[in-house]
């Protein structure tokens, strides 16, 4: 038995978000809150796994806006380091760095009256959380090398794949800054939490693979799309995209069937990769051990929770560690926390680790 597609229509009593597809309860959610903040000058501060759309969603805010008209810039904060970003930022002039051979306008003065977007936020450091702090309160900054003050009348927004209470706590990011962006934060659901949203997706990806390369995929197998659904979706919506995408390009037929689809996927929920442990995960993996080895320090012990918060988390470590093959540096992405913290863990647990 297969399923076959048709191009998404919307809801004809309420207007079309650009680019967006799912018409679950969270994405509605989504939907409600990128409306409603849209037409205000307020900062949002997008929060979601990668992969689940932030940008999209930053978009479709600026679309909608009253600066619609304006540009839309795109930063990706954690693909350059901290002289070239605050470059790419706020600008610079002839000669106030090595390679510097031109002034250049900065990615804020380029959104003047319009919106830009800080993708990973959450990859600056301290000293550049300051200027963007000055940036969010006054509207106004310096080029790198300059003296002079360039004002601009931009809509910040900001996604971050990461927990940013989180960084607060462990220094890496400044607590005025995080309330000045966190005016209206937006949380993306993961894939994972909107099953009923992948047929929808499926649909609106054959659609467009088709197109692209000239093919007529419009059928899914009704068990290629079970197993798509019971897929826990670590790369989320741009996962499927890119198993979208080969399967309409390796098809012989007009159907995606399970035959096209990778491994992983078809093990079922039970398969896991090298995602961040989910809140589920945790919860189960505390209930097992407070039910098997913390019990036993019995019921007169003080520090039982401290036993059963070090147990939890060494296990947490070693999973995470052993799904990254003990490269210290993934693990610690993945776990959110620096590398500093995530080397003193190993030792104080005297677990192993890649250097």
């Known amino acids: 038995m297969s399923t076959s597609y048709r191009p998404f229509e919307a809801d004809p009593g309420r207007p079309p978000i650009p680019g967006l597809i799912g018409s679950s309860p969270a994405m509605q959610k989504v939907y409600a809150l990128t409306r409603r903040v849209a037409r205000s000058n307020a900062s949002v501060l997008l929060l979601g796994e990668t992969g689940t759309g932030k940008e999209l969603i930053a978009k479709a805010i600026h679309q909608t806006s009253l600066r619609a008209s304006g540009p839309f810039v795109r930063v990706n904060c954690g693909a350059l380091s901290e002289n070239l970003l605050e470059s790419e930022l706020f600008g610079h002039v002839r000669g106030s760095f090595t390679g510097a051979v031109a002034n250049r306008t900065g990615r804020f003065e380029a959104a003047h009256t319009g919106t830009i977007f800080l993708d990973e936020i959450n990859s600056t450091t301290p000293k550049l959380q300051v200027k963007l702090l000055r940036v969010l309160q006054e509207r106004e900054f310096e080029r790198v090398g300059d003296t002079q003050t360039v004002r601009v009348d ?10 940013l209470m989180g960084a607060i706590e462990s220094g890496e990011f400044r607590e005025d800054l995080y309330y000045r962006l966190n005016v209206v934060p937006i949380p993306l659901p993961p894939l994972r939490e909107r ?15 088709n197109e ?6 419009t059928h899914i197998d009704s068990k290629a799309l079970t197993a798509l659904q019971n897929y826990h979706w670590p790369g989320n919506v741009r996962e499927l995209q890119n198993y979208v995408e080969r399967a309409v390009v390796m098809a012989e037929g007009d159907e995606l069937t399970c035959e096209l689809l990778p491994e992983a996927v078809l093990r079922g929920p ?3 990769t090298n995602s961040r442990p989910r809140t589920a995960d945790l919860e189960t993996l505390t209930f097992e051990l407070v039910q098997q080895g913390v019990a036993a320090a019995g019921p007169q012990e003080d520090n039982l929770h401290a036993k059963v918060v070090n147990r ?3 296990e947490l470590i070693a999973q995470v560690m052993a799904s990254c093959e ?7 992405t993945k776990l959110g926390i620096n590398r ?3 080397h003193k863990k190993l030792k104080e647990y005297q677990l192993d680790g890649e250097q």
Do not use: C, M, W
């Not at 910040?156 to 794949?161: D, I, K, M, T």
């Not at 692209?212 to 995929?217: I, L, P």
């Open 154 to 163: 931009t809509r910040v927004l900001a996604a971050s794949n990461r927990d």
């Open 195 to 209: 099953p009923e949203d992948i047929a929808e997706l499926v649909g609106h990806f054959l659609t467009y693979y």
């Open 212 to 217: 692209e390369n000239d093919r007529y995929v």
């Open 270 to 272: 039970k398969a896991r």
């Open 312 to 314: 939890v988390e060494r």
């Open 326 to 332: 003990s490269v210290q540096t993934k693990a610690a």
């Open 340 to 342: 500093n913290t995530l």
